[in-house]
């Protein structure tokens, strides 16, 4: 038995889908590195790395979690805390832009 066939990502997928979903994490965090060390700003930067940053966590939650298959409650308020965040650091940035 491999230590992959513990991954919640395994339990309702296969140990490919959560090779992929793995792959394309770390894409995800050299991209906003990427962005990071390139010393980009504005807006539209913003809302890309906050819009990758989104898509990570909800593939953390719903697949590294377990969460994909639980009740449609847990998968409201943990999805609803990540938009949360989300918006309140949009909000703040909006209101810094402006000030």
């Given at each position: ?19 992929l ?10 991209l906003?590195?990427w ?44 999805l ?17 832009l402006?000030?």
């Amino acid at each position: 038995m491999s230590s992959t066939e513990h991954s919640p990502a395994v339990m309702h997928g296969t140990p490919r889908r959560a090779t992929l979903l793995w792959a394309a994490l770390i894409v995800a965090t050299l991209l906003t590195w990427w962005v990071g060390e390139g010393g980009a700003a504005g807006p539209a930067i913003v809302a890309l790395l906050a819009t990758i940053s989104i898509i990570k966590g909800s593939i953390v939650i719903l697949d590294f979690m377990a969460l994909r298959h639980a009740p449609l409650m847990w998968r409201l308020i943990t999805l609803g805390w990540i938009t949360l965040v989300w918006v309140l650091i949009g909000l703040a940035y909006w209101k810094g832009l402006y000030q």
